[in-house]
Each structure stands twice: as C-alpha cells, then as structure tokens.
C-alpha cells in the first residue's frame, strides 16, 4: 500500500525539510562531501555509493533562511518494510542551528509513509545519545567505512497511530525520529 509523501516539513526553528531530486540533488551531495570527505575523512574523495543512482533512493535536504544546511538519504533495505538511513550531515557552522532534529524525523516519516515499518542507521559514538532521545534504541558497535559505528533501530508509526515492533516514534518531542550520520 503506497502513502501520502510527507509534505515538505518547516520546523519552529525555521529549517524546511523537502525531499530534492533532478539539479536540486547537487546542493544535497555539496553538503555530504564537505562533511563525511573534507571535514570527517570518512571517505578518501567521495562518499556517493551505488545506493544514489537507486531509483527508490530519498535524498533530503534542509535549508534555514533559505540557505541549504543538512541533508539525510533513505532507502528501503527489502521488501519487508526494513529502510536504511544514513548520511545524515549538518554543516559545521550551521550544527547548532537545530536542523539534525528536523532530518532525522523527516526521514523517519518519509520511510513510514512509503510503508516502512522499521529504519536502521549506522550512528557515530557521539551521536548515539542524540538518536535515543528521538527514540531510537542502540545496539552494538560495529565497523562501518572503517570507523566505529552504533548500530541503531526504530519502529516506524504509520499514519492512523500504529507503530510497528520495536518502538514508538512519537517519543521524540515534536514528532517522529530517525536516520544515521555516515552510516
């Protein structure tokens, strides 16, 4: 059963969350290399993978006062409803902007109402406690593009309030939880 798509998401803070596609994609891989190669060092030249070319691929960008800041990318991992987010990055300059909260929870709504029923994210240590507080729970540690990573999971609410196993998105203050940083 297909979803409505969320509809483009304006935060009290001011961050618009929006699904990008066609040239506006640029602006969402603009962010990521600035931060998982130049900033992190997570990947040597490019963080682009197989998964951006997937057609049921979701790149999100955030923008504040008009000015892109962050961006998340989902996916569905199988046929079961399992999606996968990851590259969740926020510029460095604009990190204490709020706009981490805001992608996270645009994510998880996007993969619920594409009939998600669970999201899992490969977490940066530090970023664990973050992605609790939305409402996701951590599991180990395990070794993603080489660095440590949490291994996180949520259960997705679909609209009419069910939650599928696992846990309840809503527990995050304004809504719905969700992807992982270069994970």
Request: net charge neutral.
């Amino acid at each position: 059963m297909t979803r409505a798509e969320p509809s483009p998401a304006r935060t009290a803070t001011g961050v618009h969350c929006t699904v990008v596609t066609g040239a506006d994609i640029a602006e969402h891989h603009r962010i990521r290399h600035a931060v998982f190669v130049t900033e992190q060092g997570v990947f040597a030249d490019s963080d682009v993978d197989a998964h951006d070319a997937r057609p049921d691929v979701v790149h999100v960008l955030a923008t504040l006062g008009g000015q892109a800041v962050g961006t998340v990318r989902l996916y569905p991992v199988d046929d079961a409803g399992l999606w996968r987010g990851d590259r969740l990055a926020v510029l460095p300059g604009r990190r204490t902007a709020g706009a981490g909260a805001p992608l996270v929870r645009f994510a998880v709504a996007t993969a619920a109402a594409r009939g998600g029923t669970r999201m899992v994210a490969h977490v940066q240590p530090p970023n664990r406690r973050f992605f609790e507080h939305l409402g996701w729970t951590a599991g180990g540690v395990e070794t993603y593009a080489g660095f440590p990573h949490v291994a996180m999971t949520i259960g997705l609410r679909h609209p009419g309030g069910e939650v599928s196993a696992g846990g309840d998105i809503s527990a995050a203050p304004g809504g719905a939880g969700a992807a992982g940083p270069a994970g």
